[in-house]
């Protein structure tokens, strides 16, 4: 069983927006600290936004008011809201389970920004 299941993405022009989904089960989604990554090919994997347990969200400087992080307990499924995309955000998305000792990563799931 794939303890993250990332989906969503896809291709938007600048200014658009696009929402991304990751579905886990209970036991991870309750006691892990939930969030996104990203990363550009030939670069390092990078913070996006996380929610820590008590449900605060947290965003990178890059992102911060365009992005938005939101959990669902009832299908234990975290999403990443992305209004106004820019030609940077383009990457592969990555969910992310954490909790310090160990961690999950999804997938990934593309997202292309481009006229």
């Known amino acids: 069983q794939v303890p993250l299941v990332d989906s969503g993405g896809g291709l938007a022009q600048p200014g658009g927006s696009l929402r991304l989904s990751c579905a886990t089960s209970?036991?991870?989604?309750?006691?892990?600290?939930m969030g996104w990554y990203r990363q550009v090919p030939g670069e390092q994997r990078e913070y996006v936004a996380s929610?820590?347990?008590?449900?605060?969200?947290h965003y990178s400087d890059s992102v911060e008011g365009r992005f938005t992080i939101t959990r669902d307990s009832a299908t234990n499924t975290i999403y990443l809201q992305m209004n106004d995309l820019k030609l940077e955000d383009t990457a592969v998305y990555y969910c992310?389970?954490?909790?310090?000792?160990?961690?999950?990563w999804g997938s990934g799931a593309q997202v292309t920004v481009s006229t």
């Open positions: 209970p036991s991870i989604f309750n006691a892990y600290a």
């Open positions: 929610m820590s347990a008590d449900g605060t969200p």
């Open positions: 992310k389970a954490d909790r310090g000792l160990d961690w999950y």
